[in-house]
């Protein structure tokens, strides 16, 4: 309701409409590969193929193409090998609701399943690594891992909430 109905008009010479994913399922692939070859290190390339390409299809995609880029990302850190296999596609369920869950390891709830416990001790573990080859350096740990500052700094705090204890770190 603030925004000036003249400055509208002068903008929407030529709308476009861009339908969310979950509309364009031939771009799913697509994308995962280009994601892919943005976050996989140099020297090893990485290959998404069958069950993990349908997984990805399957998906409704309510946070549209940054939940995908998330996706992939956090397939290319997990995977073994030159190639995504179906149990390295992990969705965040219920991200939307709740987000006090993505780093909960020993507070965990029951139901659970053993994959999701371990994709979180998994998570823990290459943080802190990270962390340690880094001397502690947050800016330089978030680019090892391949994610923001921002994010890395919101995955210590939820260490930290659990009583995880971290190598000593420095701002920058």
């Given at each position: 309701?603030?925004?000036?109905?003249?400055?509208f008009?002068?903008?929407?010479?030529?709308?476009?409409?861009?339908?969310?994913?979950?509309?364009?399922?031939?771009?799913?692939?697509?994308?995962?590969?280009?994601?892919?070859l943005?976050?996989?290190?140099?020297?090893?390339?990485?290959?998404?193929?069958?069950?993990?390409?349908?997984?990805?299809?399957?998906?409704?995609?309510?946070?549209?193409?940054?939940?995908?880029?998330?996706?992939?990302?956090?397939?290319?850190?997990?995977?073994?090998?030159?190639?995504?296999?179906?149990?390295?596609?992990?969705?965040?369920?219920?991200?939307?609701?709740d987000?006090?869950?993505?780093?909960?390891?020993?507070?965990?709830?029951?139901?659970?399943?053993?994959?999701?416990?371990?994709?979180r001790?998994?998570?823990?573990?290459?943080?802190?690594?990270?962390?340690?080859?880094?001397?502690?350096?947050?800016?330089?740990?978030?680019?090892?891992?391949?994610?923001?500052?921002?994010t890395?700094?919101?995955?210590i705090?939820?260490?930290?909430?659990?009583?995880?204890?971290?190598?000593?770190?420095?701002?920058?």
């Amino acid at each position: 309701g603030n925004f000036r109905e003249d400055l509208f008009y002068r903008l929407n010479v030529f709308p476009i409409r861009v339908p969310p994913l979950r509309e364009r399922h031939g771009d799913i692939v697509a994308l995962a590969r280009s994601f892919i070859l943005e976050h996989c290190e140099a020297g090893r390339p990485i290959h998404i193929f069958g069950a993990a390409e349908q997984r990805l299809l399957k998906h409704t995609w309510p946070g549209n193409i940054r939940e995908l880029q998330n996706v992939i990302q956090r397939a290319v850190i997990l995977c073994n090998g030159s190639c995504i296999e179906l149990d390295d596609i992990n969705f965040e369920e219920g991200l939307c609701q709740d987000q006090s869950n993505s780093l909960a390891i020993d507070s965990a709830p029951l139901n659970q399943s053993p994959l999701e416990n371990g994709l979180r001790n998994r998570e823990q573990q290459l943080i802190i690594e990270a962390l340690e080859a880094e001397n502690g350096r947050r800016k330089q740990t978030a680019e090892r891992l391949g994610i923001s500052p921002r994010t890395l700094r919101y995955k210590i705090a939820k260490l930290r909430e659990e009583g995880i204890s971290l190598p000593g770190m420095v701002s920058a």
